[in-house]
């Protein structure tokens, strides 16, 4: 349901605080709804483009919100920007962050400004909110807005997983359910629709303001060979305006292209994590100011980037999913300025890709892990496990993860424990074992599903901008006229041959609708993402995404609607 309209007076004072506290003449549109939508006491999820001011929303939400704002943020980086950014607006409340970076004393001179109310804001990472005594800290503030940035990482499925965000919603519980608002630049509706159950958002309000970036040109580089692409990336990039990025897919295919870039002109720097810190800040400084004609950077690179004159992203290596690779390529022309993105691909890159995406726990080794927890007395703490199984914290906590998803266990702050299945019977370590496998095993079908959705995307002969919003669920009702299937013409093929099914259909709208709930005799309950001419890609919970043959669907009955739109004179089956 769509927030009401504020009022006038509601509305002056957003916009008299964006004006004079944060030197904003104008709101966005969907801007001042959403922080209607908070300031009302609404659980809120907004999924909004990079560029169009997210970072605004709770801002001035928490200028008009009386007490703390925690803001759960991924990267220390990111966090650090937000709190210099806050603090170059001295009318603007104030921000501090709490992190692995800094001291004893500065984290202390934190947690005081925030209690004394120097400080409105207070930035933390999941990881800190895994820590009683930060818990206990927050417990005794007055917390009236939980914020949750990068709100994909929360879901499962979404691309940049973090297991630490999966605990946030059991955090908010015991802070008293503040107002809660999660926000993202992406999110297909299977991952919004986890964003909402993991944070335990109530009767939540899911606000959508377009994924359409109509100034970006897409385009997509066939290759057959790895040594084209690399020669083609090359010439390319010169030609490009500036400045722009590149991303790559390892560490040494950073270095390289960044050294080839630079002995013929161009400023190129490499960005990746095994460099040290140091370098990394300077990297960053140098692109954000100026100095950079080009950042050859892993995917670590991005995310929180204020820089609205990129002119160009390419992608060297595709991206695991469509998701990851809108975020990146997000980073493009954000001052609204044509921008050029292009993904250079070749067929075998997915098969590294899927390879790569295999990754499925031993058995022996959930069965250990579990075993312990059947033989304690009470939790125990992940340092624990880690330490008795002698495997590493990480590691150790995507195994718990998996036991949690399975609900077989159940994680707080004191630690880890069995717990009771839906039966009310513990299991015991080898039946807890293979549900938790069974998780990792839909886990992987998932993964192995988006690269899937994102081979379609690179090898589609319809409008890619068309293709790229409907995976969004936005409908595009024409081809864009501003990527490389329009103006080779093939989109326009595609496009009449859709028409043409279109024209035959107008007794009545599609049973099989973008957004409609289907049920498969295999796979069970689903989604329809995409409705093309020939073939209807759904999202299964358990499966992915499936992309079926319209034909088929249709001949053997596949699919049947649940609650479909009605059609005069024929019942859905």
Known sequence: MPPSPPDFAFRESIETVARDQFGWPAMRPGQVDAINSVLSGTDTLVVMPT?????????????????VVVVVSPLISLQSDQVAGLATRPRAPQAVAVNSSHGDAKNERAWN????????FLFLSPEQLAKEEVLGRLANLDVRLFVVD??????????????????????????GHPTTLALTATGSPPVRDEIVERLAMRDA??????????????????????RQKHHEILEQLPTLARPGLLYVGTHRDADTYARELAGGGMRALAYHAGLASSVRERVHESFTSGDTDVVVATNAFGMGIDKADVRFVVHEA????????????????????PAAVTLHYRAEDIGMKTFFASGLPHQGQLVALYAILLAATGPVTITELSEELGEGTQSVSRHVNLFEIAQVADTDRRGVRAVADETGVI?????????????????????????????????????????????????L?????????????????????????????????DVFADGTEVVHPVWGEGVVM???????TVFFESEGYKVLSREVVEERGLLTAIDPPDTPGQAAS
């Open 51 to 67: 560029g169009r001011g997210k970072s605004a929303i709770y801002q001035i939400a928490g200028a008009l919100t009386p007490g």
């Open 150 to 175: 990068e709100a994909h990482t929360v879901s499962a499925w979404g691309h940049d997983f973090r297991p630490d965000y999966l605990r946030l919603g059991e955090v908010i519980d015991r802070l």
């Open 530 to 536: 995409r409705n093309e001419d020939d073939r209807i």
């Open 318 to 337: 595709i991206p695991e999913s469509l998701e990851s690779y809108y975020q990146e390529i997000g980073r493009a022309g954000r001052d609204g300025n």
């Open 113 to 120: 400004a925030v209690a004394s109310g120097d400080a409105t």
């Open 427 to 475: 299991p015991d370590a080898a039946a807890a074992a293979s549900r938790a496998y069974t998780v990792a095993q839909e886990r992987e079908r998932i993964e192995h599903s988006r690269i899937t959705m994102m081979r379609e995307y690179a090898e589609t002969r319809q409008c890619r901008r068309q293709f790229l919003l409907g995976y969004f669920g936005e409908d």
């Open 205 to 226: 309000r899911v606000m959508t303001f377009g994924f359409d970036r109509p100034n970006l040109h897409l385009r997509v580089e066939r290759h057959e060979e790895e």
């Open 477 to 509: 009702p024409e081809p864009c006229g501003n990527c490389d299937t329009c103006e080779s013409g093939s989109a326009y093929e595609e496009y009449g041959e859709y028409g043409e099914r279109g024209a035959t259909a107008q007794a009545g709208p």
